[in-house]
């Protein structure tokens, strides 16, 4: 799975799912171009990509905003002149149900980054995928098709929305030679739910497997679908989540 020569863009890529993958593609050639809100972490990861012997570009920005958003693909470009596969990784997780005073606040502070930011980073990188046949991978997530939580309505929305709007894209840019995917783990061992109530044995309880998925299994995913190995896929979501669906 050579990415050799080939430029990569990872939104929330300074920890979690969006580090490991950004490591894994530079394994495989890929120069990267690694977006987050931390700038001490996307050093760090930057670095790490760096002794593999890859070209890296950090980019400290909130996709929420949307001048920031708008920012990003434009550096890239100008950093390294094409643009081959975008990984929209960034995402958070808050809760508030519909009756709560901060319920509002929430659900924009969710769907801004979940989706806003998904989709106005997709709109300007999409030409210079078309260029490149390049394609696009959006981390979506199971909480889109499991059970309602109504704790939850802002996340398990907006990632709802996400496989939507994956079909959506995918089907306007078949024409163009690109491929539009995406993958929804199940629980993974990573920083998201930090502040929430919830523990590891209560996440590993929805699992059939009994077990959590690392972060490197998701990256896997990430690339594969990215890859040529994948090339008659585009549409499809790619479910990571030791059987929680099952339950």
Do not use: W
Not at 102 to 120: C, I, P, Q, S
């Amino acid at each position: 799975m050579s990415f050799v020569k080939k430029v990569v863009l990872i939104t929330g890529g300074s920890a979690g799912i969006g580090a490991t993958t950004a490591e894994l593609f530079a394994k495989e050639g890929a120069s990267v171009a690694i977006v987050g809100r931390n700038e001490a972490k996307l050093s760090a990861v930057a670095q790490r990509c760096q002794k593999l012997g890859v070209s890296t570009l950090t980019i400290k920005a909130d996709v929420a905003k949307d001048e920031e958003a708008d920012a990003i693909v434009k550096k890239t470009i100008d950093k390294f002149g094409r643009l081959d596969v975008l990984v929209n990784n960034a995402g958070i997780l808050r809760e508030a149900n519909i009756l709560s005073d901060k319920f509002l606040a929430t659900y924009d502070e969710v769907m801004n980054v979940n989706m806003r930011g998904t989709v106005r980073i997709t709109h300007f990188a999409a030409p210079y995928i078309i260029k490149t046949k390049g394609n696009i991978v959006n981390v979506s997530s199971i909480a889109g098709k499991c059970t309602a939580r109504p704790d939850n309505i802002a996340y398990r929305t907006s990632k709802a929305a996400m496989t939507h709007f994956t079909r959506c894209v995918a089907l306007e840019m078949a024409p163009h030679g690109v491929r539009v995917n995406s993958v929804s783990p199940g629980p993974v061992k990573t920083d998201i739910f930090d502040g929430l109530e919830v523990t590891e044995d209560a996440l590993t309880n929805m699992t059939a497997l009994h077990r959590l998925s690392e972060t490197s299994e998701i990256a896997d995913m990430i690339v594969y679908v990215a890859s040529d190995k994948a090339k008659g896929t585009t549409g499809s979501d790619y479910v990571v989540d030791n059987g929680s669906l099952l339950r």
